[in-house]
């Protein structure tokens, strides 16, 4: 499988020369295997997402804050009709999901109505997209600590195990984190919420993100192989992020960029 991190950005796009290398799109992250492709959220990250006809596409949403949601209209290929997107979320029925995208985009938000107009996609329970690719691979869904509920997601496929743990806030729910820790032991990739520092916490305790140290801490104990830290700060520039880089104390740990395709 390979993950490619469409947007690593978190809460708002970043559009600035000292954002280029790690990049300013909002949050989105393709598992792409030669019989499937799954999209975590369209942050708008979505617009660089090339979606193949050649294997069935599943859009999966974790929750719906806008950097999560924004850049869904903006794929220009999803007004192809003969592209088949099946969305779903572990968080919300497929009633409730479709109703989310109805009204984040009609005209009051968005010049046209977007779900109405585009045929091609379908909402579905996310019980039924497991069972769909059941054969394909292993998908299966966790609670995030997150204002407003979030869904974390964990893929295997051929020993190999890749979790997507975006919005999280670490330390606040011992009961979420064991699990998140039980499930994610020996991954071969998580992907963590490193929005903060662990200084940074105190005032932000409660809004729902983690911290590039709380990741070094979840990778050993989770004995994973590596760990990309995402859903970067926007205001942490390239320079910031590369000097948090260079001091990272483990080999495991990396920051995630823009175009980053990482093969498990
Ligand atoms: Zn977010
Ligand atoms: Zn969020």
Redesign the pocket.
């Known amino acids: 499988m390979d993950v490619i991190f469409h947007g690593v950005r ?2 708002t796009p970043t559009a600035d020369h000292n954002f280029l290398k790690y990049g300013g799109s ?2 989105c992250t393709e598992i792409l295997h030669d019989q499937f492709q799954i999209i975590f ?1 369209a ?1 708008t990250g979505f617009q660089d997402v090339a979606i193949l006809k050649d294997r069935p596409t599943y859009l999966i949403f ?2 719906f ?4 949601i924004q850049g869904l209209p903006f794929n220009h290929q999803i007004f192809d009709p003969s592209n088949k997107v099946t969305i779903s979320s572990g968080l919300v029925k497929a009633d409730q999901l479709r109703e989310v995208f109805v009204r984040a985009f009609q005209p009051m938000y968005f010049p046209i109505p977007l779900v109405d107009t585009l045929k091609n996609l379908k909402f579905v329970e996310f019980d039924l997209i497991v069972t769909d690719l059941s054969d394909l691979c292993s998908l299966s869904t966790i609670k995030l600590n ?1 204002p407003g509920g ?1 869904a974390g997601y964990i893929v295997e496929k051929n020993d190999k195990k890749v979790c997507v743990f ?2 999280h806030e670490y330390g606040l729910e011992p009961i979420i984190d064991n699990e998140l820790v039980d499930n994610a032991k020996d991954s071969d990739l998580i992907v963590w ?1 490193g ?1 903060f520092l662990d200084e940074e916490l105190p005032p932000k305790k409660g809004w ?2 983690s911290s590039i140290e709380q990741g070094i801490a979840f990778s050993e104990k989770t004995s994973c192989k590596s760990l990309a830290i995402a ?1 970067h700060a926007p205001t942490r520039n390239d320079e910031q992020l590369n000097e948090h880089s260079n001091n990272l104390t483990s080999d495991k740990v990396f920051f995630a960029y823009q175009g980053l395709s990482h093969s498990v």
């Open positions: 978190g809460s909002t949050t959220d942050g974790s929750h804050h806008y950097d999560h997150h979030a975006l919005d919420d929005m729902g993100h859903h």
